[in-house]
């Protein structure tokens, strides 16, 4: 079936590509992206593209983890046992835990959240979830996720990500891309799109939709009429979404997130390619190098330190504590040769309930507006949002 991509931007790939860095002379990603073994949907798309080896898996489930009043330690389930057994008994086998933490886990495997609007604080605490494993466990967890503390983020669709993820040993384990993501993603899906015969349209900004007879018009900003469809999906946001109906914006909140970019001229020693941090401003600390192999390596080495659901609004405050943190957890206080701060102030579009308006006819909404007990917007929840959205299309055909 003949189709066209619109975008406004002049590159395709939204918030999943990558910038290039001049002083550092290199690709860089907006942000590190990891994912799971559990998104199916992304990768068997991977796969029909043929480039399901631009991903480095780890054999099992490793989380290195970091603390200032226990160092670095690590969880490890053990890849003889299935996974519903090992992840308790890591759990209570990390420095500061002991078998109530193990009980808890199970607790929380066990007994989903029985109201969709609970949040994940308010479901924990039914449970009687132990402070430590939400410090050390359940807050990364949901802040990598949801992009959301556990005190407003929706318990049920955090209890979907922990179910799906946590199911055996081949879906818990992590993985990440081994070169830039403009490289190893956006670059291989649209040579594959090409193929399958879709048309390519960027710096495409639609203004306005228009409806004469069975086709909609898609106006740009000069006025200037782009095609006439039978049928459009609009994979935009919410906020767009409703701006081209022509109808009252649906409220929705976004989620920030914030990377701090950092060249070294000699490697600073991480035990592991991600690092999470127990307590600290930064949740995730990654050797950027380390992580790509050497691919897209540039003259100094790279590090990224993440921060999920970042909302302080003086932003060079910032880096002095981020510094700070990875210099103790590397034991290494070399200032860096170069620093970036890349801050997406709506990077993911929060779960919240929203009514379902009805779409005018030939129209399929593809926002990304997660609903409670849904999927947190990911990677894999934006290609099962295409899928869906195609699905549609096909059927109307």
């Not at 073994?37 to 992304?42: E, M, N, P, R, T």
């Not at 990598?144 to 990500?161: K, L």
């Not at 000069?222 to 994979?235: D, E, M, N, R, V």
């Not at 401003?281 to 950027?288: K, L, P, S």
């Amino acid at each position: 079936m003949p189709c066209t991509l619109f975008d406004a931007a002049p590159t395709l790939g939204g918030r999943a590509n990558s910038f290039f860095e001049p002083t550092a002379a290199q690709w860089v990603d907006h942000g590190p992206h990891l994912v799971m073994g559990c998104y199916h949907h992304l990768l068997g798309l991977l796969a029909r593209a043929g480039n399901s080896n631009a991903i480095h898996w780890q054999p099992s489930l490793t989380l290195a983890l970091w603390s200032a009043d226990r160092g670095h330690f690590r969880l490890a389930p053990s890849r003889r046992l299935p996974l519903p057994l090992a992840m308790p008994l890591a759990i209570g086998q990390l420095p500061g835990h002991n078998l109530q933490s193990a009980f808890a886990l199970v607790r929380l495997a066990s007994q989903p959240p029985a109201d969709t609007d609970q949040t994940a604080l308010q479901w924990l605490a039914m449970l009687n979830i132990p402070h430590t494993l939400i410090r050390d466990l359940i807050e990364p967890l949901c802040l990598g996720s949801m992009n959301e503390a556990i005190a407003t983020a929706n318990a049920a669709s955090f209890s979907q990500v922990l179910s799906q993820a946590f199911t055996n040993q081949h879906s818990a384990r992590l993985g990440w891309f081994t070169r830039p993501l403009c490289d190893a993603l956006i670059q291989p899906l649209l040579h594959y799109a090409k193929q399958c015969g879709v048309i390519l349209q960027p710096r495409c900004c639609i203004q306005r939709l228009e409806r004469n007879h069975d086709h909609w018009l898609l106006i740009d900003r000069l006025g200037k009429t782009l095609a006439p469809c039978s049928q459009l999906i609009l994979a935009v946001a919410p906020s767009v979404r409703d701006r081209l109906l022509n109808r009252t914006p649906t409220a929705t909140d976004t989620g920030v997130i914030s990377n701090l970019h950092l060249w070294f001229d000699h490697p600073l020693t991480l035990p592991y390619p991600l690092v999470g941090g127990i307590g600290t401003q930064g949740q995730w600390f990654i050797d950027v190098n380390g992580m790509m192999n050497g691919n897209g390596m540039a003259k100094w080495h790279h590090y990224c330190i993440i921060m999920s659901a970042e909302n302080n609004p003086r932003r060079e405050s910032v880096q002095p504590q981020l510094l700070d943190e990875l210099a103790t957890i590397a034991n290494d206080n070399a200032p860096p040769t170069h620093a970036r701060l890349v801050r997406m102030a709506h990077a993911t579009h929060l779960v919240r309930r929203h009514n379902n308006h009805p779409m005018p006819h030939g129209i399929i909404d593809g926002a990304e507006q997660p609903k409670p007990g849904e999927l947190p917007a990911t990677l894999e929840l934006a290609v099962m949002r295409g899928q869906r959205a195609a699905a549609r299309i096909l059927e109307h055909s």
